[in-house]
């Protein structure tokens, strides 16, 4: 039986159009919730000029030493004093800019965003086919082996799923250039034909929604009850469930080889500031004196495994 393409939007359906879902970071998230304000928005306060650009260049410093300490730890040993040592400040100017953790860290998972933003975008542009891309956006997402340590996956989960509750609007804020990518690929998607017409924003929430319980499941264990389906029947799942007709076999041109994960990875780890040489692991604890506080590209570093580890690192 032949498949049939999905009917075009009718005139007058709220249907955003490609060129009206812009992909930009701080615009686009500032836009969703104007009370809620970006770390960049925060610190800089009152100043401009050079003063301003200091200060979002010690946030960044600071950002990444907070990262470094995760991805070292695990988040085990994550304090506010270690924080200042890494980034090589007193405590009390660290406090200056970051008025605690949770700051901090909300700050830390609105750079994982982003940075997971333009990642997702830019591997989708490699497709022509509308399609294609929001396909492709949706296997990168999913695919574990070119995101950063797991260890320090499951730290941020954690924390996500902490502030989901204390600071919800913080973390929806931080969730936005995610939001805008997929908003932007579907709207595509739909005005080619290929999905059904309806409101794109509302089909990325639905994706964002299953896809946050996919990466809890994932990161800090499956208590789904029933095994986690493969991210392909996944992505079917989505897909299909906003009107696409998907033949046998589809997927196969949109899967990563290892190579392109391993750039994809390293890239994420530089970005985040934790790209950083460490000596080979022992199988104890990562936790060890402060990283080199310069940009590293180095090799891939060994891990310890922390199977098993329990507990919000945050509640401490």
């Known amino acids: 039986m032949t498949a049939q393409r999905a009917r075009p939007p009718e005139p007058g359906q709220n249907v955003l159009r490609p060129e009206a879902v812009k992909y930009a970071v701080l615009e686009q998230a500032a836009s969703h919730e104007e009370?809620?304000?970006?770390?960049?928005?925060?610190?800089?306060?009152?100043?401009?000029?050079?003063?301003?650009d200091r200060?979002?260049?010690?946030?960044?410093?600071?950002?990444?030493?907070?990262?470094?300490?995760?991805?070292?730890?695990?988040?085990?040993?994550?304090?506010?004093?270690?924080?200042?040592?890494?980034?090589?400040?007193?405590?009390?100017?660290?406090?200056?800019?970051?008025?605690g953790k949770d700051d901090l860290l909300v700050a830390l998972f609105e750079e994982s965003q982003a940075v997971f933003a333009r990642l997702i975008e830019r591997h989708a542009a490699r497709y022509a086919d509308p399609l294609d891309r929001l396909g492709a956006a949706l296997y990168f997402a999913t695919d574990p082996r070119q995101h950063t340590d797991r260890d320090y996956n499951a730290a941020l989960t954690r924390y996500v799923m902490r502030a989901s509750v204390t600071a919800a609007e913080q973390v929806g804020h931080?969730?936005?250039?995610?939001?805008?990518v997929l908003t932007r690929l579907i709207s595509e998607a739909m005005q080619a034909g290929q999905l059904e017409p309806g409101d794109p924003e509302a089909d990325a929430a639905s994706i964002s929604l299953a896809y946050a319980s996919y990466q809890f499941s994932t990161y800090l264990g499956n208590s789904i009850g029933a095994g986690l389906p493969a991210n392909d029947r996944l992505i079917r799942f989505w897909l299909q469930?906003?009107?696409?007709?998907?033949?046998?076999?589809w997927e196969e041109r949109l899967r990563i080889t290892d190579d392109e994960a391993l750039t994809y990875r390293r890239e994420s780890e530089r970005a985040a500031g934790t790209a950083v040489s460490r000596p080979p692991a022992t199988g104890r604890s990562r936790s060890g004196p402060p990283a080199r506080r310069v940009p590293a590209g180095g090799g891939e570093p060994a891990r310890a495994s922390a199977a098993g580890r329990c507990g919000s690192p945050w509640d401490r």
């Open 241 to 249: 469930g906003m009107g696409a007709h998907l033949p046998a076999g």
């Open 35 to 52: 009370s809620v304000t970006d770390w960049r928005t925060r610190m800089i306060g009152r100043s401009i000029g050079p003063a301003a």
């Open 55 to 99: 200060a979002i260049r010690r946030g960044h410093a600071i950002i990444s030493a907070a990262a470094r300490i995760i991805y070292r730890s695990g988040g085990d040993d994550f304090t506010m004093r270690k924080v200042a040592d890494e980034a090589g400040l007193s405590l009390r100017a660290l406090y200056q800019h970051f008025s």
């Open 174 to 180: 931080a969730r936005r250039p995610v939001i805008e």
